[in-house]
């Protein structure tokens, strides 16, 4: 184990820490165990990839304190979450850590011991004592604490055992060596490790910690009585007409929904809300990817997290602190990162039965060939005995650069994704990410933009097109308009849309019943109104064959058409165009040429619009016609025939296909709650851009992974035999031990690098 830091908030029975330097599981587990079972711990949690632990109960502050420092960890209350970015920082946090300087202390007696030996002085053997012993002195504790919490074999341990045996042997410069190497291979892991953490731990510095609230001024006394400048009489109480409003700077925990934020030119903004007057660029990059900023105005919807640009803004609270878009982001993240992937439970369990397995064969190693061919036990002037040969062996059986290959590269992929406005919910995902073979698309949202428009309408009542203003025509709508208004699909506010630009009269539908993927109906001041796909009306007697190809023409065109009836008769139809995504072709195209992947659109439209749109976006195969359900039966189909498939949609009518396809993919996410939480990846910025990236940040992830648990299990195949043969000393054993483990760990961080995603 490392040194940690923390930050400690107490609030409800909880305690918070943000422990650093942790550069390993079990290191996680055993802190985990060890908490627990103090007395008034109700719940202990402790998240490897980010780094938190989070303790329930009544326990007091200064014993979990204890706790954490008799394991080994060292303790600074000054630190908090985005701290530690600073590289330079980092290592002056790793030179305070009571481990680290008895690590340093034993390099200073192990280098004086090496330069006595040199000297053929007499203090060799006291001064590699010395260094050992404040080598070992937190493995021991930890090793300790290990086995108290059954937690096994773990490394502490067995490089304690090692050591040990290594000085009953009399090898006592390779005792302190293995002990003092292992130490500090130990420090420069949770170093690097910490690095990576910290990539996401910054998020947390993007939230804002105080907030200026505009407050009228209410119950004015010093214009009390005075004349109402609309004349509605004397004024008494309530907002002052004449005093302008006063401006508080209030803790952002304390804001409640409704409440209106001052925004001042290139601040944070520190709330989810609305715009409510003001005009500015807002840089959403941390939140949402984009590179360039977005202009809004009154109306718009801001996140937390984002910066400001030139304009001040006034904004509505519209989510509580802990609900807001960054908070939800936050959470995500650190629920994905210790959510272990398919590769790396598989080295879990092959760990559990490797380490023992291994310590087993040392024993036999240590017992069996002295007792059965005579051969030395100890050391001897032809060689090491077997007793040192085991020993080398238990430093193999250390599984440390083993069990991190997978997990650091998870945290960097997933890191090195949010950072781009892309949330993967874990290590199982990404690898999935990495094995697409299929992509499946949503069209109206995901490859258009989702906002359609009425363009167009027709009734059968006369032509239209010599009567821009048909009272028909608006008549029409009306009733189309009633029954959509209960509708949240894009088509549907197209049409209600339409209906309020016109200015025309709403009316009230009853009955409304939404028919998936066709269309809706109601009743509307006593008439049976349909709204809804041309198939809805395809045994109507009232179609002339010059309406039809009006509608057909429209379809051809990549429009989509919606036939109006009122009692079963035909009243005419709307022509909606929802344009598609101007990067949609060039991120399908990137898909299929940079990551082999077939491109499939999956949509409830009629095949000539569907054509028309798969044609325009570049899109391989199309599918037409379909409701929710055959959505999702074709995701099944094309993983049986084609392995692993994505799909790609707006996270609420795609529902059935997303849950079926292996890996489901929401647009859209940043601010909707809904789709955050279902997806199993989101696209946080509405970007189809960052779908082939984030598919080829799956396939290095895959990749590194493979390399790294084949890395670590060929060099421990290749020290085990040589340490069986003689050919490894435990200082050999120990160093090529920790180089792996840093060196998967520094493969892992590549993912982090910004060249490597594009």
Not at 55 to 84: F, W
Not at 371 to 386: A, C, I, K, N, Q
């Amino acid at each position: 184990m490392s040194e940690c830091s923390y930050n400690l908030v107490k609030m409800k029975g909880e305690i918070e820490l943000v422990i650093t330097g942790m550069d390993c599981a079990d290191c996680a587990l055993t802190l985990q165990k060890s908490v627990a079972r103090l007395a008034g711990v109700q719940a202990c949690s402790v998240n490897f990839g980010s780094g938190r632990m989070r303790v329930n109960g009544s326990v007091a502050v200064a014993v979990v304190n204890r706790t954490v420092t008799a394991l080994g960890y060292g303790v600074d209350a000054e630190t908090t979450p985005g701290q530690h970015g600073d590289r330079q920082v980092l290592w002056l946090r790793l030179l305070r850590s009571p481990r680290n300087v008895l690590t340093l202390v034993g390099m200073v007696f192990l280098g004086l011991a090496f330069a006595a030996q040199a000297a053929d002085s007499n203090l060799v053997t006291t001064l590699f004592s010395l260094g050992a012993l404040a080598g070992l002195y937190f493995p021991t504790r930890a090793g300790w604490a290990a086995l108290r919490n059954r937690r096994g074999l773990d490394m502490n341990v067995l490089m304690t055992i090692a050591a040990l045996g290594a000085f009953a042997i009399g090898e006592y410069a390779e005792a302190a060596t293995v002990i003092v190497l292992f130490s500090l291979g130990e420090a420069l892991e949770g170093f690097t490790l910490e690095r990576a953490r910290e990539s996401v731990r910054s998020l947390t510095a993007l939230a804002s910690d105080e907030a200026t609230v505009v407050k009228p001024c209410m119950d004015c006394e010093s214009h009390r009585g005075r004349a109402m400048p609309d004349g509605s009489g004397n004024y008494q109480a309530g907002p002052c007409p004449w005093c302008d409003a006063h401006l508080l700077t209030v803790a952002v925990e304390s804001l409640a929904l409704g409440a209106v934020i001052l925004v001042s030119p290139g601040e944070r903004i520190p709330m989810d809300g609305v715009v409510r007057s003001g005009q500015s660029a807002i840089n959403q990059a941390p939140i949402t990817g984009e590179s360039m900023p977005v202009e809004k105005n009154a109306g718009a919807q801001v996140f937390a997290g984002t910066v400001n640009g030139e304009g001040a803004l006034e904004i509505e609270v519209t989510h509580l602190e802990r609900d807001n878009t960054l908070a939800r982001m936050i959470h995500l993240v650190e629920e994905a990162q210790e959510q272990k992937s398919p590769a790396q439970r598989f080295v879990d369990r092959f760990a559990r039965v490797y380490t023992p397995g291994v310590v087993s064969v040392a024993v036999a190693v240590a017992a069996l060939p002295p007792l059965l061919l005579g051969e030395p036990f100890l050391d001897s002037p032809s060689g090491h005995g077997w007793l040192y040969r085991a020993l080398t062996m238990l430093v193999i059986a250390c599984p440390c650069a083993l069990v991190i290959a997978t997990p650091v590269t998870v945290i960097s992929a997933i890191s090195a994704a949010a950072r781009r406005g892309v949330l993967i919910k874990g290590g199982a995902f990404l690898e999935i990410l990495g094995r697409v073979r299929v992509v499946a698309f949503d069209k109206t949202g995901t490859l258009t933009y989702g906002r359609p428009q009425l363009v167009a309408m027709e009734c059968t009542n006369g032509d239209c097109t010599t009567r821009p203003d048909c009272a028909d025509c608006n008549e029409m709508l009306v009733v189309a308009a009633a029954v959509e208004r209960s509708s949240s699909h894009p088509l549907a506010r197209a049409v209600v849309q339409a209906a309020e630009q016109r200015g025309l009269r709403q009316l009230r539908a009853s009955d409304v019943r939404t028919l998936p993927g066709r269309g809706v109906q109601g009743k509307v001041n006593g008439s049976a109104v349909l709204v809804g796909s041309p198939e809805l009306f395809h045994d109507s007697e009232f179609l002339s064959p010059a309406f039809c190809e009006q509608v057909e023409t429209a379809e051809r065109r990549g429009q989509t058409v919606m036939l109006v009836g009122e009692n079963r008769v035909v009243r005419g139809y709307l022509v909606v165009s929802d344009p598609p995504r101007g990067n949609s072709r060039a991120a399908l195209a990137a898909l299929s040429d940079g990551n082999a992947v077939r491109t499939v659109m999956l949509t409830g439209d009629n095949a000539a619009v569907a054509a028309a749109v798969a044609e325009s976006v570049g899109v391989q195969q199309v599918r037409a016609g379909m409701l929710p359900e055959d959505k999702m039966v074709t995701v099944q189909a094309l993983a049986a025939e084609h392995g692993a498939v994505a799909m790609v949609g707006d996270g609420v009518n795609d529902t059935p296909a997303l849950a079926a396809a292996d890996v489901g993919i929401a647009m859209g996410s940043a601010g909707t709650a809904q789709a955050l939480e279902t997806a199993d990846v989101a696209l946080m910025g509405d970007d189809l851009a960052a779908l082939p990236v984030v598919m080829r940040l799956g396939r290095r992830a895959l990749r590194i992974m493979r390399f790294n648990i084949w890395f670590a299990l060929i060099l421990k195949g290749v020290f085990l035999v040589a340490a069986v043969t003689g050919a490894a000393s435990l200082w050999m054993a120990v160093f090529a031990d920790m180089g792996a483990s840093l060196f998967v760990t520094l493969n892992g961080m590549r993912l982090l690098r910004e060249k490597l995603l594009r």
